[in-house]
């Protein structure tokens, strides 16, 4: 009866022991060999290949840069004029935008150049007002070498107060007549 009870004791431990090594895991054993292990294989198939999307280019005519878009004429001018405040050279917040955008296709296509011009309104010597304008500038300037683009694209002049975009003398004049203008070569 011993021998009974020792044999299904056996008999219950070796298939304990058998089971336990035909159960498979999804994580796969820890110390198994990879080069042994077969690769699960996807019963979907695999994606077609997407068409590379074309980007069209920007371009430059008469020295403004045009981004293709999808308006009326298919492309939109990028702002190409800064405006500053009474006496100042601190590029304003609502140009950021615009200039970033500037930046990005300077920084994309290192052969491009523009001409930074500054310009001042009437009031003022004609000396502060050149001054002004190449401060204008070159704060412009540094904005777009601080988004990555280079200074060997840009070039620096002011006009001062030398060639206004309004001939007036009142508050709304002198508000476009400080102004940094880009024109692309």
């Avoid at 299904?8 to 090594?21: E, R």
């Avoid at 001042?120 to 412009?140: I, K, S």
Wanted: glycine share 8%; proline share 6%.
């Amino acid at each position: 009866m011993a021998n009974s009870h020792l044999r299904t004791l056996l008999i219950a431990v070796f298939a304990a022991v058998f089971l336990a090594g035909c159960q498979s895991s999804d994580s796969g054993d820890a110390g198994s060999d990879p080069a042994t292990q077969v690769p699960e294989t996807s019963t979907q198939p695999e994606p077609a290949p997407q068409p590379e999307r074309v980007v069209p280019k920007p371009n430059v005519n008469n020295g403004i840069l045009f981004f293709p878009e999808s308006d009326q004429d298919g492309t939109a001018a990028l702002q190409g004029k800064f405006y500053f405040d009474f006496d100042q050279a601190i590029v304003k917040r609502e140009g950021h935008m615009e200039l970033n955008k500037h930046a990005t296709y300077l920084r994309e296509n290192p052969s491009a150049r523009v001409r930074l011009e500054g310009h001042a309104d009437e009031r003022g010597t004609r000396e502060y007002n050149l001054a002004l304008g190449e401060r204008r500038a070159n704060a412009v300037r540094a904005y777009l070498m601080a988004q990555g683009a280079s200074s060997s694209q840009m070039e620096v002049i002011s006009y001062g107060e030398e060639r206004p975009a309004s001939d007036g003398h009142n508050e709304r004049a002198w508000a476009l007549n400080r102004r940094v203008e880009m024109k692309y070569r």
